[in-house]
């Protein structure tokens, strides 16, 4: 029998399932490892939305006046407290640079090429699984309070709208045709018939974990402390202190995959771009599909188990602990959208961190600078919508036949 390539995957989040569903299904023995259960971290939390359109990196040309802003403005979509300010300050100095017009050109392009067909990507794992159902098909909606506010993201929309996506400008009258609920202070909607939503991220995470043990992969819970070399290869980790080997490696530990490449002399400037959602199980108004107020781009999404409201960008890296102040602001987007929410039962306020490069590419496929090390981390906002075409093509990378996907834009040598 031909030897089975073993493969350890460093993280159980919706990156690194995917990838272990994909390297299973090909043949691969795999391992997952997580110090948490499958998706319990980030990828349980978000807010359901896979937006394959979405391809205008978050950095788009005039970034630079938007950054003053950002620094101060407390109530703001982003905010940065003061004591991170010198830690956050090379991370944002590259983000303006990959705003530069024909970067951006490129980075969209690197994007629609992952994302394109993303909601197949994904039913195809679910489908295999039996939960197709946990794919919601009923677009998506953004709210303008008017022309002059959707004008702010007019290049955006049409960055995304060059790269294929199918939008709809509403006027009042057609915006309450889809969501009859929606508070007067919105006059003009987007509707993005072609986007879709999980209906419950963490659901998702726990059947694809299945599908892979089916498949006779295995979970195993511990902390990967160190990536083992012998030589210039990378061969397994260490998990708890304790060796255990592999022919290759996957990094998907989100926001935490830099900490284990420093040692080997790899720097990648990966930051968690904190974020927050408030779950209100009977909310007395329910959207039927995910509605984003413009004003500070939150999500509300009709989950399984209630309302989600969803949003906010903070830096402070993975060690500091929530601000209740930024899930609160959640609420007030609510009430600009939903004034007669009602808000009295809520969840307990949840956080998780995006795994956030500047250049909103996420890093994908080989270090070539050594054999047997993967990586599959930094999909930002958009690692629920990523992680299915993620692992697909990693898997392909590994196993073969190899894909017709250039993994150049997404290679970790970009950072070199
Ligand atoms: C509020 C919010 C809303 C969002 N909304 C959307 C959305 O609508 N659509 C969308 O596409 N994306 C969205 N996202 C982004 C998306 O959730 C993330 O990009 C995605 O979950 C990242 O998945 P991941 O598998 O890379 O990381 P994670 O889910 O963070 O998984 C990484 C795993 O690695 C484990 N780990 C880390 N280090 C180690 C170690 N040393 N040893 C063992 N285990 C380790 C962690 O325990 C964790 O389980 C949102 C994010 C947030 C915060």
């Known amino acids: 029998m031909d030897h089975r390539p073993s493969v350890l995957v460093i993280g159980a989040g919706i990156v690194g399932l995917c990838t272990a569903w994909h390297l299973a299904r090909a043949g691969a023995d795999v391992t997952v490892v997580d110090r948490a259960g499958p998706g319990e971290g980030t990828s349980s939390g978000n807010a ?9 990196p978050l950095a788009m040309p005039g970034v630079l006046r938007d950054v003053p802003k950002m620094l101060l ?43 394109q067909g993303a909601e197949d990507r994904h039913l195809e794992i679910l489908e295999a699984e039996g939960a197709a159902d946990l794919i919601s098909r009923q677009g998506q909606l953004y709210l303008y309070r008017d022309r002059e506010h959707l004008a702010k993201d007019d290049a955006a929309w049409e960055l995304r709208r060059r790269h294929g996506l199918d939008m709809r400008v509403l006027n009042r009258i057609e915006l309450l045709e889809l969501e009859p609920e929606v508070s007067d202070r919105y006059g003009i909607g987007v509707f993005l018939p072609q986007q ?3 209906v419950n991220p963490l659901r998702q995470a726990r059947v694809i974990a299945r599908g892979v043990e089916r498949m006779g992969g295995a979970f195993r819970r511990g902390n990967a402390t160190a990536l083992m070399t012998e030589g210039h290869r990378v061969t397994g980790a260490r998990i708890d202190g304790e060796a255990f080997a592999a022919d290759h490696t996957v990094l998907a530990a989100g926001a935490w995959s830099a900490k284990l ?14 974020g927050y959602h408030v779950m ?3 909310p007395g108004v329910m959207p039927r599909r995910p509605i984003i ?7 509300l999404t009709p989950m399984e188990e209630g ?6 960008v903070e830096f402070g890296g993975t060690e500091a602990p929530p601000s209740p102040e930024r899930s609160a602001l959640l609420l007030e ?20 961190h995006r795994p956030c490069l500047p250049d909103s590419l996420p890093v994908i496929g080989p270090v070539t600078a050594w054999p047997g090390l993967w990586c599959a981390f930094g999909h930002g906002h958009l690692g629920l919508t990523g992680s299915a075409p993620t692992g697909a093509l990693l898997a392909a990378a590994l196993m073969g036949p190899a894909p017709n996907t250039d993994l150049t834009p997404f290679g970790l040598e970009r950072f070199a």
């Open 73 to 115: 403005d407390r109530k703001g979509a982003l905010t940065i407290p003061t004591r991170y300010w010198p830690t956050a300050f090379p991370w944002l100095w590259k983000f303006v640079l990959s705003a530069r017009p024909e970067r951006v050109e490129a980075i969209a392009q690197g994007l629609a090429t992952l994302l």
């Open 333 to 352: 987007d609510l009430a600009k959208v939903y004034p007669q929410a009602d808000t009295r039962e809520q969840r307990p306020h949840w956080m998780g």
């Open 280 to 282: 209100l199980p009977s």
């Open 307 to 312: 309302l989600r409201i969803a949003g906010s």
């Open 293 to 299: 107020p413009a004003d500070r781009k939150v999500f």
């Open 48 to 56: 359901g939305a896979i937006s394959a359109g979405s391809v205008a």
């Open 261 to 274: 490449l420093a040692p080997l002399g790899l720097h990648v400037p990966l930051e968690s771009q904190r």
């Open 196 to 198: 879709s939503h999980s």
